[in-house]
């Protein structure tokens, strides 16, 4: 029989451990953790579940932890699930010790990471991935998807031997052709991370709120304009299309609730990636969302002033958190200059 393929979670943390545990059963799994969480995977285990009901639990002892770098060494296909900020970090740290060879994919938020590790990682091959889903840790060493979606990752033939492995987790692997196009299209989501984030809300009760979902189409308004004057179509990554989304985030909550009922089918604990890095007391992925339309609104001789503006408040946030009621953001927003 042929050996299960060797696969490396780099960064374990909400996404690596979630997808590390659900492939866990079909691969040679290898996770490389910070020394806190590798202490909790070895004292409770790893247990992944979802909201259609699966649940899994794997013992400490057949679980392969490490610290350090050196782990990735045999991968064949490394999973890079870091926070933004450490991409840079993991690029250097996998060119000192991936093998010729090894396929490394990017399950991050953000448009620029997949380009930074190819940077690093000039002698592999690097392929861009998404996750729609929201993964939270209801208690150590548990991680459960509180929302629905299938992965993304861009075509490739190198992709073809771990196709079974996803398969047999229960990830359904969609391949795509322009996966900047869907990771733009995801951005346009994350814009409601520092949003959620300052609600101080679950994600669902924040959603199921007209005033914070006006926050969120005000947001995308802005970011979808500066994305057409920069010649960029995001991809359709939800039920509607992405240029819809403003007007249906607006409708009263009534018929919000009737006509986008799925978008409010989340855990009622779920809570955005970017709460999770206030309450750790991390700097926020921040730069590599709103800041992203920022950015690119700059580079084309235009401001994103309600972008800006979510940029600053999360840095304070980041240095001291305040809850913000709906109306009070919403108007900050609508009268940033
Ligand atoms: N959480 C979610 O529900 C979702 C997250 N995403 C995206 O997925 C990506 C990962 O997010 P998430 O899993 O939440 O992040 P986490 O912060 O939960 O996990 C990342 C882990 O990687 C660790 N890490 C950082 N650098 C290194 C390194 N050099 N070596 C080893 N470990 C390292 C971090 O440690 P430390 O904190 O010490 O740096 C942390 O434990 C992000 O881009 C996020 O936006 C996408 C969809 C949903
Ligand atoms: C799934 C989603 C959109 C919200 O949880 C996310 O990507 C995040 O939290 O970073």
Redesign the pocket.
């Known amino acids: 029989m042929k050996p299960l393929p060797r696969i490396a979670i780099?960064?374990?943390?909400?996404?690596?451990?979630?997808l590390g545990g659900r492939l866990h059963d079909h691969a040679r799994v290898r996770f490389?953790?910070?020394p806190?969480?590798a202490s909790t995977l070895k004292a409770c285990g790893l247990t992944v579940s979802d909201l259609n009901g699966h649940r899994q639990h794997i013992a400490p002892d057949v679980l392969d932890v490490h610290?350090h770098?050196e782990a990735a060494r045999d991968a064949e296909l490394v999973l890079v699930?870091?926070?933004?900020s450490?991409t840079m970090?993991?690029g250097h740290?996998l060119s000192e010790v991936l093998a010729p060879g090894s396929l490394v994919i990017s399950?991050?938020?953000?448009v620029r990471?997949t380009a930074e590790l190819r940077a690093s990682l000039p002698g592999h091959s690097v392929l861009a991935g998404?996750?729609?889903?929201?993964?939270?840790?209801p208690e150590p060493g548990h991680f459960h998807q509180?929302s629905s979606g299938e992965l993304m990752v861009e075509h490739s033939a190198e992709l073809e031997p771990f196709l079974p492995v996803f398969a047999g987790g229960g990830l359904a692997l969609q391949r795509q052709d322009d996966m900047q196009a869907v990771l733009w299209a995801?951005l346009l989501i994350?814009l409601n991370?520092p949003l959620n984030a300052l609600s101080g809300l679950p994600l669902r009760d924040q959603l199921a709120h007209r005033t914070w979902r006006r926050c969120l189409a005000l947001l995308q308004r802005e970011g979808l304009q500066i994305l057409e004057v920069a010649g960029i179509r995001p991809a359709q990554v939800t039920a509607l299309p992405a240029r819809w989304l403003p007007t249906v985030l607006s409708l009263p909550d009534a018929m919000f609730h009737r006509i986008a009922a799925r978008m409010l089918a989340i855990d009622p604990l779920?809570r955005?990636?970017?709460w999770?890095?206030l309450q750790?007391g991390?700097r926020t992925?921040v730069d590599?969302?709103n800041g992203e339309i920022v950015a690119l609104a700059k580079s084309k001789g235009l401001r994103a002033p309600a972008n800006a503006r979510i940029v600053e408040l999360m840095r304070d946030a980041e240095r001291s958190y305040l809850r913000w009621e709906a109306d009070a953001l919403l108007n900050t927003l609508r009268n940033a200059r």
Request: charged share 20%.
């Open positions: 780099y960064g374990a943390g909400m996404i690596g451990n979630y490389i953790a910070r806190r969480i610290t770098p699930t870091v926070k933004s450490a970090d993991v740290e399950f991050q938020n953000g990471n998404m996750v729609p889903f929201n993964v939270t840790q509180g995801k994350n991370n779920a955005s990636s970017t999770d890095d750790a991390r992925e590599y969302i």
